[in-house]
């Protein structure tokens, strides 16, 4: 990693699903087959991959905008049953384990911002072993969710970083506009959730197709 006078960043703030965890086939499975257990038509792959990262609500309109709103309330449970069952098994991606040490033993802050719930998010902090890895991690149903910028203002006030300072870097396009929207940079992996094409669109410093160029990218710009 890049020594301290040389860091263009002191904070780096990583998605979870399709960045640090390799979650997205379930999600989107699990969109689908609750979607098909009420009733509803289920969303095609890229649907249900394009709400990954957004908050409960806004994922809902998107995958089921015919169902009544007083209904959303057994899509989110029969989601929540098919996730669950597969959550603890959920891995992370080879190298994301290593490269946060690496970034964490060379002084970077670190932090998580994601779509997530928060219980979701300790749970899967508690499951990878990861509880004190990050200086500071924000949950969906803590705010306002992906892209309004409240998750990196947050993050950035609670560790005194300014916008210019800080790099986010995640697997979809909500995450870039999240970015864009709090001021910072963001760099896009192509392994997640959305295609490399619409991320390449919302003009990340990069856009890197693995964790081993991820581990390239930081280790040499940030």
Same mark, same amino acid.
């Given at each position: #990693?890049?020594?301290?006078?040389?860091?263009?960043?002191?904070?780096?703030?990583?998605?979870?699903?399709? &960045?640090?965890?390799?979650?997205?086939? /379930? /999600?989107?499975?699990?969109?689908?087959?609750?979607?098909?257990? /009420?009733?509803?038509?289920?969303?095609?792959?890229?649907?249900?991959?394009?709400?990954?990262?957004?908050?409960?609500?806004?994922?809902?309109?998107?995958?089921?905008?015919?169902?009544?709103?007083?209904?959303?309330?057994?899509?989110?449970?029969?989601?929540?049953?098919?996730?669950?069952?597969?959550?603890?098994?959920?891995?992370?991606?080879?190298?994301?384990?290593?490269?946060?040490?690496?970034?964490?033993?060379?002084?970077?802050?670190?932090?998580?911002?994601?779509?997530?719930?928060?219980?979701?998010?300790?749970?899967?902090?508690?499951?990878?072993?990861?509880?004190?890895?990050?200086?500071?991690?924000?949950?969906?149903?803590?705010?306002?969710?992906?892209?309004?910028?409240? #998750?990196?203002?947050?993050? #950035?006030?609670?560790?005194?970083? &300014?916008?210019?300072?800080?790099?986010?870097?995640?697997? &979809?396009?909500?995450?870039?506009?999240?970015?864009?929207?709090?001021?910072?940079?963001? /760099?896009?992996?192509?392994?997640?959730?959305?295609?490399?094409?619409?991320?390449?669109?919302?003009?990340?410093?990069?856009?890197?197709?693995? #964790?081993?160029?991820?581990?390239?990218?930081?280790?040499?710009?940030?």
């Amino acid at each position: #990693m890049r020594n301290g006078a040389a860091r263009r960043f002191k904070l780096i703030v990583f998605d979870w699903d399709g &960045t640090l965890a390799d979650s997205t086939t /379930i /999600i989107a499975q699990s969109i689908q087959a609750a979607c098909r257990d /009420i009733g509803e038509p289920a969303p095609d792959d890229i649907a249900a991959r394009y709400v990954i990262g957004l908050g409960l609500a806004d994922a809902l309109r998107h995958i089921a905008p015919a169902l009544f709103a007083d209904r959303h309330h057994e899509l989110a449970a029969r989601y929540r049953h098919h996730y669950l069952a597969h959550d603890s098994s959920i891995p992370l991606f080879d190298g994301a384990r290593e490269l946060l040490s690496a970034l964490g033993t060379a002084g970077y802050l670190l932090a998580v911002a994601t779509g997530k719930s928060r219980i979701g998010l300790d749970r899967a902090l508690i499951a990878n072993e990861l509880e004190g890895q990050f200086d500071a991690t924000r949950c969906a149903d803590e705010g306002f969710p992906k892209p309004h910028p409240a #998750m990196l203002l947050h993050l #950035m006030d609670r560790l005194a970083v &300014t916008p210019s300072e800080t790099l986010m870097v995640g697997d &979809t396009t909500h995450d870039l506009e999240l970015a864009r929207n709090a001021g910072t940079s963001a /760099i896009a992996v192509s392994y997640g959730a959305h295609a490399a094409s619409g991320l390449a669109q919302l003009s990340p410093l990069a856009t890197v197709h693995s #964790m081993g160029e991820l581990d390239a990218w930081l280790r040499a710009f940030a």
